[in-house]
């Protein structure tokens, strides 16, 4: 679910998505549990009811994993489970939780995090898990509210740099020219710029470009997310570097491309280069499979490596009458095997350190996002962060007609207004 949020590339997709998750959030749907989050291992509640999952799914693929993988468990642990994929994970979360009746386990976006731990809809179980200290610390990071890991990070994705190979070779280019730096990849983008396609096309997003301000040394927040950083030098400097790419012609938006999302784009060959993530794989796959082409790291800027991570939890209901039982399904779905089975089913990252040698021997060709895991950003989940971010990205796609410090001082009061609650 969360490489769909992260493909949501228009501002009033993004804007459904941020008011459907405050809807959630809201104070009407207070979770019975409202005092002490926590669980504890001897605290969690037993019975011998059917286990609920309910899930975002990407596709047939994932649910036909998620379920195969619960059964498996089932059969293991003698409780029941029934696999529901939403139409609407969002809608059908507040409904289930304002009813009283939520699923037990079911998937969390960052976004959405904060407003459901705050309410009380979720247990607090991160401390329970036996695995827990092999997820990568960024994505603990990023379901960890007021010191408490509230969940178990299911999987995840990075963005990295798509180059069409034949597109490359046309233009002269060998694998020495594969930019590191951004003046390289502003040099590859201008030779690559022929034949009527541009050289390089992202989405008008902060789920994209928010790439190169990490590169350039700046975030929307602070580490704790407890100040807004928008208008930092950093962030100019970054806009103004792709500002600056949009003007001289070798880089266009996928809006300008006349394509809703970078990866259709580039698919269609309008472009031959994009900053994705390795969803786009999966889509290379089923919907341009005569396009050969390669994943590298994205460039180092002035600050070194960095990129965006996109990722979803493993959430447990306060009010599950069988918190023990769910507890133990998400650390067999969380488990280094069950994890390398997902990837090969539809092509995800394991969000545990124990896979990832394996996985890179297993994709080689995609080891570029995991390489990244140690400079991936998290995008910020305090509540009300959303919204701030889904108007930013309604005004990113004019970032070449527009001065660069006076948008992200708008951001920036958006956002210290958001943090302050």
């Not at 139409?87 to 407003?115: C, I």
């Not at 329970?128 to 994705?157: E, M, R």
């Not at 969803?279 to 070194?304: I, N």
């Not at 769910?326 to 539809?346: C, I, N, R, Y």
């Amino acid at each position: 679910m969360q490489r769909r949020t992260a493909r949501m590339l228009t501002a009033g997709a993004m804007a459904l998505t941020a008011a459907l998750t405050l809807s959630a959030c809201g104070s009407g749907f207070s979770g019975s549990g409202s005092g002490d989050a926590t669980g504890g291992a001897g605290k969690l509640t037993s019975s011998d009811k059917d286990l609920t999952v309910l899930i975002g799914s990407s596709g047939d693929a994932e649910t036909a994993a998620v379920k195969s993988a619960a059964a498996a468990w089932s059969k293991s642990s003698g409780t029941g489970v029934s696999v529901q994929p939403a139409n609407n994970l969002d809608q059908q979360l507040a409904q289930g939780f304002a009813s009283g009746k939520p699923a037990d386990v079911f998937y969390v976006s960052t976004s959405a995090l904060t407003g459901y731990a705050s309410n009380g809809s979720l247990l607090a179980y991160g401390d329970d898990l036996s695995n827990k200290g092999d997820f990568y610390p960024t994505l603990t990071k990023s379901f960890t509210v007021d010191d408490q890991l509230y969940c178990a990070p299911k999987d995840f994705s990075t963005l990295a740099l798509f180059i069409n190979t034949k597109d490359w070779k046309a233009a002269g280019l060998t694998d020495s020219d594969v930019p590191t730096t951004w003046d390289q990849l502003a040099s590859v983008a201008k030779k690559l710029t022929r034949d009527g396609r541009v050289g390089l096309t992202m989405s008008p997003q902060y789920e994209r470009l928010g790439a190169f301000m990490a590169q350039a040394g700046g975030a929307l927040t602070n580490a704790d997310q407890t100040k807004a950083t928008v208008d930092s030098a950093a962030n100019v400097t970054a806009l103004d570097y792709v500002k600056g790419l949009l003007q001289d012609g070798s880089t266009k938006f996928s809006s300008d491309l006349g394509e809703s999302w970078g990866g259709d784009a580039f698919g269609k060959d309008k472009a031959a280069m994009t900053v994705e993530g390795n969803w786009l794989t999966g889509a290379m796959s089923s919907s341009y499979p005569g396009v050969d082409y390669k994943v590298v790291q994205l460039p180092k800027g002035p600050k070194g490596a960095g990129t965006l991570q996109f990722t979803n939890c493993w959430g447990i209901a306060k009010d599950s009458p069988n918190q023990k039982a769910a507890l133990d399904f998400v650390e067999k779905m969380t488990s280094t095997t069950q994890q390398l089975s997902f990837a090969k089913a539809f092509g995800v990252m394991p969000s545990v350190e124990s896979a990832a040698s394996k996985w890179k021997q297993e994709y080689p060709q995609y080891a570029a996002f995991l390489d990244e895991a140690d400079s991936a950003h998290g995008v910020p989940n305090k509540a009300g962060t959303a919204d701030v971010i889904a108007d930013f990205d309604s005004k990113l796609g004019s970032l070449e007609s527009t001065d660069t410090k006076t948008l992200l001082e708008g951001v920036q009061k958006n956002m210290a207004a958001a943090l302050k609650g």
